[in-house]
């Protein structure tokens, strides 16, 4: 069965300053979807970054941009410029190639303060 | 394009009472979910359907939980009777295969539920 695990339960950096959230999984599968998805104070899941698995090229959306070692199984994110409205809670999901539902871990609650 | 619809936003009911939540997915998205997320947890999956079938409800709590995805569109989640664990957030989100394989996942708001 696939596992997703967030190993830092809280992170807290200043504004401006650069964090990584780290996450690692295990999985039997060749290929497969990471992502990571932010959840503020209003509950709603956002969509913050996607992975696939065969693409050896990171993800990148502006500020945020991971750090994907296959071999490794470990799927970093890396929020450059922290501003206080990355203040969240970010969880790292995955889904096989099959499209079945989303695995999250347990997530990393993140605070930006000025 | 609107987003997923979750009613009600907040549910407050006393144990062995039934309540129901109700969703409303991306016109067109095919598949639809419902997860659980306890307080302090990362959501766990509780059913999956894909159109009006059931593709995956092997961790829904079926002396208790029911779903429903009548006509493919709208989902009704309910619990009956409800325990003090039911606590919980109850996401709904959905997917479209026409964003490609490993399509993300578009959450609604969720719905809390408070069992006292």
Same mark, same amino acid.
């Given at each position: 069965?696939?596992?997703?695990?967030?190993?830092?339960?809280?992170?807290?950096?200043?504004?401006?300053?650069?964090?990584?959230?780290?996450?690692?999984?295990?999985?039997?599968?060749?290929?497969?979807?990471?992502?990571?998805?932010?959840?503020?104070?209003?509950?709603?899941?956002?969509?913050?970054?996607?992975?696939?698995?065969?693409?050896?090229?990171?993800?990148?959306?502006?500020?945020?941009?991971?750090?994907?070692?296959?071999?490794?199984?470990?799927?970093?994110?890396?929020?450059?410029?922290?501003?206080?409205?990355?203040?969240?809670?970010?969880?790292?999901?995955?889904?096989?190639?099959?499209?079945?539902?989303?695995?999250?871990?347990?997530?990393?609650?993140?605070?930006?303060?000025? | 394009?609107?987003?997923?619809a979750q009613s009600?936003?907040?549910?407050?009911?006393?144990?062995?009472?039934?309540?129901?939540?109700?969703c409303?997915?991306?016109?067109?998205?095919?598949?639809?979910?419902?997860?659980?997320?306890?307080?302090?947890?990362?959501?766990?999956?509780?059913?999956?359907?894909?159109?009006?079938?059931?593709?995956?409800?092997? &961790?829904?709590? @079926?002396?208790?939980? !029911? *779903?429903?995805? =009548?006509?493919?569109?709208? $989902? +009704?989640?309910?619990? &009956?009777?409800? @325990?003090?664990?039911? !606590? *919980?957030?109850? =996401?709904c989100?959905?997917? $479209? +295969?026409?964003?490609?394989?490993?399509?993300?996942?578009?959450?609604g708001n969720g719905t809390?539920?408070?069992?006292?």
């Amino acid at each position: 069965a696939q596992t997703v695990t967030q190993s830092q339960p809280e992170m807290s950096v200043q504004e401006a300053e650069t964090v990584t959230l780290s996450c690692t999984y295990d999985t039997s599968e060749s290929n497969y979807y990471l992502f990571w998805y932010k959840q503020p104070p209003s509950r709603q899941m956002i969509l913050v970054i996607r992975q696939e698995a065969y693409k050896q090229q990171n993800a990148t959306e502006n500020r945020f941009s991971v750090n994907f070692q296959k071999a490794a199984k470990s799927f970093s994110l890396k929020i450059s410029d922290s501003q206080l409205g990355d203040t969240a809670m970010y969880f790292c999901a995955f889904s096989n190639q099959a499209g079945t539902a989303l695995i999250f871990g347990k997530g990393t609650t993140l605070s930006v303060s000025s | 394009e609107a987003g997923v619809a979750q009613s009600p936003r907040y549910k407050i009911i006393e144990k062995r009472q039934s309540v129901a939540f109700w969703c409303n997915p991306i016109s067109g998205h095919a598949t639809l979910y419902w997860y659980q997320q306890i307080l302090g947890q990362g959501p766990k999956l509780l059913i999956q359907f894909q159109n009006n079938g059931v593709v995956d409800d092997s &961790q829904l709590p @079926k002396d208790r939980f !029911s *779903a429903e995805r =009548l006509k493919g569109v709208d $989902s +009704t989640l309910k619990i &009956q009777p409800a @325990k003090l664990e039911d !606590s *919980a957030v109850y =996401l709904c989100a959905s997917s $479209s +295969t026409r964003e490609g394989e490993g399509s993300p996942l578009h959450f609604g708001n969720g719905t809390r539920l408070t069992v006292t």
